[in-house]
C-alpha cells in the first residue's frame, strides 16, 4: 500500500528560526505533491503543490518544498517563522496511474512561540 | 470565491441512526473526495467520485456510503451510526486536467465534527 510518512509529529519554534518539515513517500511512479496547512479552528488550505519541472516550489506566506527524486521526500521549508505559522501542516501525493487517489501523512503539529 | 460548502459544521447523533453529510462545490470540478481528520492518523480517503453517478472506494470506506446524483454535491452517507465513527469528516474537490496529471487538490471544506453517541 502506499503511504506517506512525516516523521515530526510535534514541532515547537521560536520566532525567526528556520523551519524544515520531513515528507516521505513509498509510491514509485509518478506522483503530484502537496503541502496543506490547517491554522487552528479553520479548514484545510493548499500551501504550494509540484506537478513537474523545477523541484524547488515557492508557495504562499514564505513556504517552499523542494521535490528530491531519488529520495522520495518533499520538504516543506521556510526560512523565520512568525507566530501566525502555529498549525498543522499536511503532506499529501497523488499517485498518478493509481486512481488518481490521494494519499496524506499524518500531519506535523508546528508551534511557534513569540 | 471558490467553495466547497458542508451543510453542519457539528452533528450529534445516536448509535444506530442514518446519518447524511452532504457537501456542495461550486466550482464545476469533476474530482470530490470524502475524507474523516483523526488525531495523529491524519486524513484517511472513505470515498471519491470522479464524475456523476459514479464512485470508488477509499482506504476505510467499511460503514459508509456515498451518492453523487449531481455534479455540484457529493454526499456521505453513514447507515447506521456506530460511535467509532465519530471524527471530523472533510469533504474536498478536484478539477481533472488531461489524463489526470494536472489534478489540483487544492479546495476543502470546513468540515462537519460529527458525534456518534
Known amino acids: 500500500a502506499q503511504s506517506v510518512s512525516q516523521h515530526n509529529h510535534h514541532v515547537i519554534l521560536s520566532e525567526a528560526a528556520s523551519l524544515e518539515l520531513g515528507c516521505n513517500y513509498s509510491y514509485g511512479g509518478t506522483v503530484n505533491l502537496f503541502w496543506y496547512v490547517q491554522y487552528p479552528g479553520q479548514h484545510l488550505q493548499l500551501l504550494l503543490k509540484?506537478?513537474?519541472?523545477?523541484?524547488l516550489v515557492k508557495g504562499i506566506k514564505g513556504f517552499e518544498a523542494e521535490f528530491i527524486k531519488s529520495k522520495f521526500s518533499f520538504n516543506l521549508r521556510k526560512p523565520s517563522v512568525q507566530w501566525s505559522d502555529t498549525a498543522e501542516y499536511f503532506c499529501?501525493?497523488?499517485?498518478?496511474?493509481?486512481?488518481?487517489?490521494?494519499?496524506f501523512g499524518t500531519g506535523t503539529s508546528l508551534t511557534v512561540i513569540p | 470565491d471558490v467553495k466547497v460548502t458542508q451543510s453542519s459544521r457539528y452533528l450529534v447523533k445516536r448509535t444506530g441512526e442514518k446519518v447524511f453529510l452532504e457537501c456542495v462545490q461550486d466550482?464545476?470540478?469533476?474530482?470530490m473526495f470524502w475524507y474523516r481528520q483523526d488525531p495523529g492518523l491524519g486524513l484517511r480517503l472513505i470515498y471519491f467520485s470522479y464524475d456523476v453517478k459514479m464512485k470508488e472506494k477509499g482506504d476505510i470506506p467499511e460503514g459508509y456510503s456515498v451518492s453523487r446524483e449531481k455534479k455540484e454535491r457529493f454526499s456521505l452517507i453513514l447507515e447506521s451510526a456506530s460511535t467509532n465513527q465519530t471524527s471530523m469528516y472533510l469533504c474536498?474537490?478536484?478539477?481533472?486536467?488531461?489524463?489526470?496529471?494536472?489534478?489540483?487538490?487544492?479546495?476543502f471544506g470546513a468540515g462537519t465534527r460529527l458525534s456518534v453517541l
Open positions: 474536498a474537490s478536484s478539477l481533472s486536467g488531461a489524463s489526470g496529471a494536472k489534478n489540483d487538490m487544492g479546495y
Open positions: 499529501a501525493v497523488n499517485a498518478l496511474n493509481t486512481g488518481n487517489q490521494f494519499y
Open positions: 509540484y506537478f513537474s519541472g523545477d523541484p
Open positions: 466550482m464545476d470540478h469533476e474530482n
